[in-house]
């Protein structure tokens, strides 16, 4: 965009449209927050937000802005805040014909002899003119005389000079004073000009001036050259003898600038040494004008130039210098994103100037460039808070020298938390334990998660998956604080009832969108000794009192009756020890005799080893008879010995081996699979349970049922009993093995899909058949029911 200058500029022109330069409607600048900065500290433009017009606030000068150079811009940025953009708006400031040429003296005064010669030259004084390119001083005019004409040279990018050309001899007798005018001249429309009184003095006798063996000397100097370095030495003559001849050298036209503050001039030899410091960034060239005069009376001079250039040395390492820091940036920001602009500024010229920036380091970010030295700092990468949260963007700018210089900046550069992690269990399956009869209300376990995120995208909340009917029935049984995790018991759990239960919980954060994780809960419910042991039938226990007859006749170690009990407790708090006997079984300690009393009262203890432990009683009068033949028994008959092998006798052996085959094979066919099966097929609710209890019962259970399989070691009693579990158990179960039925040894099977195990149908068979030939021996004799318990 292009402005003029102060003169034809008020505040408030419009320079240009940014909104249709930007493709902005008006109805979008205010939605966008369009604003204009700027590096300066006046803020010379402003932008109209109602049309979009770039206008002029401040009063421009572009002889303060830029002076002593032709080109003259200012560098602006517009700013969108929706979407977040950035662009960079170079104003160049054009000149106008403001500043009229003038002199730094309003009369000068020169010196001829009437002995000069025609087409002798004088310089006449520069014009200075502020403003630049074609509104500088373009040409001079010398007012009409009949002495003197006028010699305009024009050193190319140099500044224009005049000289006063003798033309016609002088004559100090018919006038010693000329008065002329010289005139500067600009380019400007209209052009402006300047006035300098220029008076001739018409001096007598010295009639040889010195010489310059050059019109224009040229010379090179590199910047930062050490004080005393000679530069040239200057040569001039004059055919003049004595005091006439001799020249004395000095500088003229000290202007803006002064030659003396960088170089010294011996006024006698003409050398020209360096004094002062040289920076090109200050001035690429100097202009000296220098002076060679006699010591006549009067004195003659001569006139030549110096032409300084100056050599650019790489002495500025680059500058580096960030703006509009778009910090923190998102973690899921987009690549493209734009970061921060960085600009290189670089004071040297030529090679030295030019220069180059890349971020140090493999970092998710780069440099774009988008004009000259400027560039913006871009997201290259993913961005991961919890892996990194902020950055430190290291940019290094070197410059084409020789050496090369560079300089570093550090952008940090935060990252801030989007909400891309879910809470975390410390595993996908929880195990709880808890007591049976345990209080309503107690905290059973606390949920806790982990989340990467930060606030609310950490914050988690809890609640109960509800998939399926009997999950849906887990809420009357438990709940759960959504704050906390608490597991809180609505009921007191009991385990002969209920051994384990599962559900599912969903942790869910307060992020948007919200992320969420499941666990699964297994709640196992520990035995407790709450069941006092049951006395099975025919026995009762409340308070009766049973009857059992022996004949007087019964030898010691006779087999009165056997005690038999349950407790629906398990384990520990399920083994059984009756007090009076060990086993059970009540046998005679030695033969009857006449002073017996004939009716024996008894009372079993039957106590389980839970703590504290339980009990229950059972009354039984042992009845002396006379005779076996009055012994009436439901639970025994005397066996009778048969000669012959009758069919009975054919039936109950087929029985028993039958059973016993089908037991063997069963028992292989464990075996094989268990020594086959893999380590891969495990299956978490499918390990069985084989327990032995004190009272000889065995306990079995599956992935669905449990089954108690009680073989009693009594041969008239022997039962199968069968108890269904209603869950699956969730871990290995325990194998209790001793020959003297007591607990000393446990073994955890291993969770295997291809253990086989007893079918319900096969254990319901199985029952069955012992039963049938129960039946069979309990009618028949006490001999075959004491080979049938053995065998089983």
Not at 369 to 389: I, M, T, W
Request: charged share 20%.
């Amino acid at each position: 965009l292009i402005v003029p200058s102060k003169v034809s500029v008020d505040k408030g022109t419009a320079v240009g449209n940014l909104a249709k330069d930007l493709n902005l409607n008006v109805q979008q600048l205010f939605s966008t927050g369009l604003q204009i900065t700027s590096g300066n500290n006046n803020q010379y433009f402003d932008i109209n937000q109602e049309s979009g017009v770039l206008f002029v606030r401040e009063r421009i000068d572009r002889e303060v802005l830029c002076p002593n150079t032709v080109k003259c811009s200012l560098n602006i940025e517009a700013a969108t805040s929706s979407p977040r953009s950035l662009h960079r708006i170079e104003v160049s400031i054009k000149d106008v014909n403001d500043n009229a040429p003038s002199f730094l003296e309003e009369i000068n005064s020169i010196d001829l002899y009437e002995s000069s010669y025609v087409g002798e030259r004088h310089p006449l004084p520069i014009a200075y003119d502020a403003d630049a390119g074609a509104n500088s001083v373009k040409s001079y005019k010398l007012s009409p005389n009949e002495h003197f004409t006028l010699d305009i040279q024009n050193g190319g990018d140099q500044s224009l000079s005049a000289e006063l050309v003798l033309q016609k001899a002088l004559d100090r007798e018919k006038q010693a004073v000329i008065e002329l005018t010289l005139t500067a001249i600009d380019g400007g429309k209209p052009p402006k000009t300047g006035n300098v009184q220029i008076q001739v003095n018409v001096l007598d006798v010295n009639d040889n001036s010195p010489v310059f063996s050059k019109s224009l000397y040229k010379v090179q100097v590199s910047e930062n050259e050490n004080a005393g370095t000679t530069l040239l030495a200057l040569s001039a003559t004059d055919l003049d003898d004595g005091v006439n001849g001799q020249i004395v050298y000095s500088f003229t036209e000290k202007r803006r600038f002064n030659p003396d503050d960088v170089f010294s001039l011996n006024e006698s030899t003409g050398e020209i040494k360096v004094k002062g410091n040289i920076d090109y960034e200050e001035n690429q060239a100097y202009e000296i004008r220098v002076q060679a005069r006699d010591k006549g009376t009067p004195p003659r001079s001569a006139h030549s130039k110096i032409l300084v250039e100056v050599i650019d040395v790489n002495d500025n390492a680059p500058e580096i210098s960030v703006s509009s820091i778009m910090s923190p940036v998102k973690e899921d920001a987009e690549i493209g994103t734009v970061v921060a602009m960085v600009t290189i500024t670089d004071h040297d010229g030529g090679k030295n100037g030019l220069t180059y920036c890349k971020i140090i380091g493999s970092l998710p970010f780069k440099l774009k460039s988008n004009y000259k030295n400027y560039y913006s700092l871009l997201v290259d990468g993913p961005l991961d808070r919890e892996s990194v949260s902020q950055f430190n963007v290291s940019i290094i700018a070197t410059d084409e020298g020789i050496p090369s210089l560079s300089s570093t900046s550090v952008i940090n550069v935060k990252v801030s938390d989007v909400n891309d992690n879910p809470p975390r269990f410390l595993g996908p399956v929880i195990n709880v334990y808890v007591k049976e009869n345990s209080p309503i209300g107690n905290t059973i376990h606390i949920l806790t998660t982990l989340d990467s995120d930060l606030n609310e995208n950490a914050k988690a909340t809890y609640h109960l998956i509800n998939s399926s009917p009997k999950e849906t029935q887990i809420s009357s049984i438990i709940n759960i604080n959504s704050e906390t995790g608490d597991i809180v018991s609505l009921q007191s759990f009991n385990y002969e009832n209920i051994k384990t239960f599962q559900f599912k919980v969903q942790a869910t954060d307060s992020g948007v969108p919200p992320l969420s994780s499941n666990v699964t809960v297994n709640v196992l419910v520990l035995d407790e000794n709450d069941n006092s042991p049951t006395i099975l039938l025919p026995y009762s226990e409340h308070g009766s009192v049973n009857s059992e007859s022996i004949p007087y006749s019964a030898e010691a170690g006779y087999f009165v009756a056997k005690i038999r009990a349950v407790d629906a407790d398990s384990g520990y708090n399920a083994l059984l020890s009756y007090h009076l006997s060990d086993t059970g079984e009540i046998r005679t300690k030695r033969r009857m005799s006449d002073n017996d009393l004939k009716t024996h009262p008894l009372v079993v203890l039957v106590s389980d080893s839970g703590e504290p432990s339980l009990s229950a009683t059972v009354s039984i009068d042992v009845v002396v008879v006379e005779s076996t033949a009055n012994i009436q028994t439901p639970f025994r008959h005397v066996p009778v010995k048969e000669d012959s092998f009758s069919d009975l006798n054919l039936y109950l052996l087929i029985g028993i081996v039958s059973v016993s085959v089908i037991f063997l094979l069963s028992l292989v066919s464990l075996i094989a699979v268990k020594c086959h099966r893999t380590d891969g097929s495990f299956s978490r609710y499918s390990a069985p349970m084989i327990t032995t209890h004190p009272d000889g019962s065995w306990s079995y259970s599956k992935s669905t049922q449990q089954y108690d399989v009680c073989f009693s070691s009594d041969t008239l009693k022997s039962d199968v009993v069968v108890y269904p579990a209603p869950y699956p158990l969730i871990d290995g179960e325990l194998i209790s093995i001793n020959g003297g039925d007591t607990f000393t040894r446990t073994q955890t099977l291993p969770n295997k899909d291809k253990v086989r195990t007893i079918k319900p149908i096969f254990a319901g068979c199985v029952y069955a058949i012992l039963k049938i030939i129960r039946n069979s021996i309990d009618s028949y004799d006490f001999t075959y029911s004491h080979m049938y318990s053995t065998v089983v």
